[in-house]
């Protein structure tokens, strides 16, 4: 008999492989975030839910997640005969992620429904499961995102008898017959400034002579493209020019009679990344449309919907980051070089810490929004400005993280990380779509000056994160460093959105979201005492992201090493490490 398969594997591997590492168990603190802000009782009800996803979402659905991506979606504009189809062709591997983000998790539908007589979850609730679905999947969680967003504009603002005829379908986890939704807005010549939108609502007869909104026009970029329902701005014949003459229209796959209605998926995109999903152009012929709310508050009331697609946004930022920097402390911990450990390794630490640091601060700065909108959607008018100026903030500046964040991963793996069997190149590709969607990172931090200046949201802001700041029971020095950084960065933005000088829009905004985070995470810190991991990361904000140093001074600057070796080998931190982090004299 042979003895070739007892023989040892030709060239013993130095790769580390993360395949059934359990994404949520192993991220030393999610469970202690999620316990903090959702409390004993809910965290509890859902944590073998959350353990369940953790594995899954490294095994199964990574599994089904590399495959969707090299098998995009097909668009089948007619049968053998002839007929019109308009039909895109999944992989069945993207239907399987699919059933589970809607029909098992309920992403899309788990704030407007009802279970068991039983009110919504907290948005948090929603926004930590999609965090660890999206560490597999990046693609599908646009379409989600987007059902989510439209069911909640068409409640907000729709007419009831269009909110009793297709919230039932909107609200569905039973997959045959749920339905999913888009935003179709982009055209050509009109992206970042909607005010051009061509496309137009004409108000006309039917073949039956019945009147109603037809839409015509092209519509450039379209996500899920094959959607059920879709809402879309136009321009309404005879009104004025600019965004007051736009009306926002739910757009129907088909028609109350079954047929398809009256647009045609011209072609698919093929993109850099989101492969899995499928975004198409459309041209619209007359298509039969639902007005929304008022003609010319087309524009005000779709940002409600872009505003909730920018906070996912940010939560899929958040996920890509923890992913890539979940592979990168494995490859780290399991890989040896030169006799070491890639983690025992300062330079190697170093450069996790960069990893860790914008991580963790969309992490603390999704949840914080999830808490504050819930808030916010009581009637909470403090809690809505706060969302009103940290949801752009977030989505400018964790969105850009993200493309670093995954870069640097990719780097960590090595040579090996370049190749497409694994998943850092999917999440590079997949990271530079966050800064493009639903607003460029010029167009967004653009916009968090709007939200300082003409919402009125940047001192209801300083107020809410001030008012942390003095119940948090911080040590002295880091309160008085936190709040007269927060002053100096608030000032910072105001003047720059007063003064119309948009060229420093960009280093404004970033400065608040240092900040901002930098005080969520340091009150978080306290909280979770006696472990001061979070409030060693916000100290190392401020070190890093907002306090003045000479890059040149390599001997002055304080030793680091203790807490960074302890962060990146998930150790908890002392008071006194936390604190020898901060530089004599800072306070001035």
Known sequence: MSDFTAQPAYGASNIPDSRGLNFFTNDPDFAG?????????????????????????????????????????????????????????????????????????????????????????PPLVKYALTFLFVQAE?????????????????????????????????????????????????????????????????????????????LYGDKWFCSNADADLAMV????????????????????????????????????????????????????????????????????????????????????AAGLMRRALTEALHVARNREAFGRKLIDMPLMQRQLLKMMLPAEQARSMFMQIAMLLEKADAGDRQAAKCVRILTPLIKFRACRDARRVTGD??????????????????????????SIWEGTSNIVALDVARAAKRDGALEPLRTYLQDLLGTAGLPATSLALLRSTLTRACDALMSVAESGHDEWVRQAGSALYHVSTAVLMACEGMRLAPDYR????????????????????????????????????????????????LPAGSVQ
């Open 409 to 434: 991963a990719m780097e960590v793996r090595g040579g090996t990380g370049y190749i497409e069997e694994w998943s850092d190149a999917r999440l590079v590709r997949d990271a530079h779509l966050g």
């Open 534 to 581: 979070r409030l060693a990361l916000s100290h190392l904000i401020l070190r890093h992201k907002l306090l003045p140093f000479d890059p040149l001074d390599v001997q002055g600057a304080p030793d680091e090493g203790a807490v960074l070796d302890a962060l990146v080998n998930g150790r908890s931190v002392t008071l006194e490490q936390a604190q020898a982090i």
């Open 33 to 121: 975030l999620l316990r903090l802000h959702l409390g004993d009782t809910l965290f509890q009800e859902l944590e073998s839910q959350l353990v369940s996803l953790g594995q899954r979402a490294s095994d199964e659905l990574d599994i089904w997640a590399l495959s969707a991506d090299k098998n995009p979606p097909q668009l089948r504009h007619r049968t053998r005969r002839g007929e019109a189809l308009q039909s895109i062709d999944k992989h069945p591997d993207y239907v399987a992620l699919e059933r589970v983000a809607y029909a098992e998790l309920g992403l899309a539908s788990m704030s407007h429904a009802t279970v068991d007589g039983k009110k919504a979850p």
């Open 233 to 316: 701005l136009a321009r309404v014949d005879d009104a004025p020019p600019g965004i007051n003459g736009l009306g926002l229209f739910l757009l129907p796959k088909t028609l109350p009679d079954g047929t398809l209605n009256h647009y045609r998926i011209v072609r698919l995109k093929d993109k850099l990344g989101s492969r899995s999903m499928a975004s198409g152009e459309i041209v619209l012929e007359g298509a039969l449309a639902y007005l929304i709310g008022e003609v010319g508050r087309g524009f005000h009331q779709m940002a409600d919907m872009i505003n909730m697609s920018r906070l996912s946004n940010g939560v899929r």
């Open 138 to 214: 990046f693609g599908l969680c646009c379409p989600v995102s987007m059902t989510d967003s439209l069911t909640r504009t068409l409640r907000k603002f729709g007419a009831p008898e269009l909110v009793a005829r297709f919230l039932p379908m909107l609200a569905s986890r039973d997959f045959d017959t749920l339905f999913q939704g888009a935003m179709f807005m982009t055209e050509q010549a009109a992206g970042s400034d909607v005010a051009r939108i061509a496309t137009r609502a004409a108000w006309e007869d039917d073949t039956h002579g019945e009147k109603g909104w037809r």
